[in-house]
């Protein structure tokens, strides 16, 4: 069960997501979340998914028309900071994922930015439905990586308790500083 971060993320959504939910991909990448959304939440859901990188979208969408009924999701070539323009301003989601860093195999130039990221999981939180979770996956073992960390995490941390509750997952034995997991739930 706690193997790595995506083990944990994939436990996660496997209990927390029923058939018809709502759920956000906010960084696609290949499209392993994409994909396992997509089978959760079955025809009558729906998956937002954004990857800034045009590659990206063409892997998950590759991938979801091969292993996935492709047809409950949606993918956009866009920073996951321009969540407001796809998503309608009623949705609200049962679910969102981020997977901060880069597209493993692309160019490693190309992380995500701290203050995109912040722009980004604000909007998330506005459409996080009640009991929803947000779970973003920090890799902070890339130039740039510690500080997107330290940014999110000085923003989840000050966010209302009576609204959200907000946890951190980190291996504390592994070594290649493994990626930290922020969990954020909307209380009711």
Do not use: W
Not at 93 to 122: C, E, H, M, R, V
Request: hydrophobic letters at 40%; proline letters at 3%; one cysteine or more.
């Amino acid at each position: 069960m706690f193997q790595n971060t995506v083990t944990i993320t994939h436990q996660i959504m496997k209990e927390k997501i029923q058939k018809g939910d709502h759920v956000l991909d906010a960084t696609v990448g290949k499209g392993n979340d994409t994909l396992l959304l997509s089978q959760l939440v079955e025809e009558d859901g729906i998956v937002y998914g954004l990857d800034i990188q045009p590659q990206a979208i063409a892997l998950a969408e590759k991938r979801l028309c091969n292993e996935s009924n492709y047809k409950n999701t949606k993918l956009f070539v866009k920073d996951h900071s321009e969540l407001k323009q796809i998503l309608p301003e009623e949705e609200k989601l049962q679910l969102a994922i981020f997977n901060l860093g880069y597209l493993p195999s692309g160019d490693k130039q190309i992380i995500t930015q701290a203050n995109t990221t912040i722009k980004a999981i604000t909007s998330v939180l506005e459409h996080l439905d009640t009991m929803g979770l947000l779970l973003v996956a920090s890799y902070i073992g890339h130039l740039g990586g510690m500080a997107e960390f330290e940014a999110v995490q000085s923003y989840l941390e000050k966010l209302d308790q009576k609204s959200y509750n907000v946890a951190m997952f980190n291996f504390l034995n592994q070594k290649n500083l493994p990626p930290r997991l922020f969990i954020v739930e909307r209380r009711k």
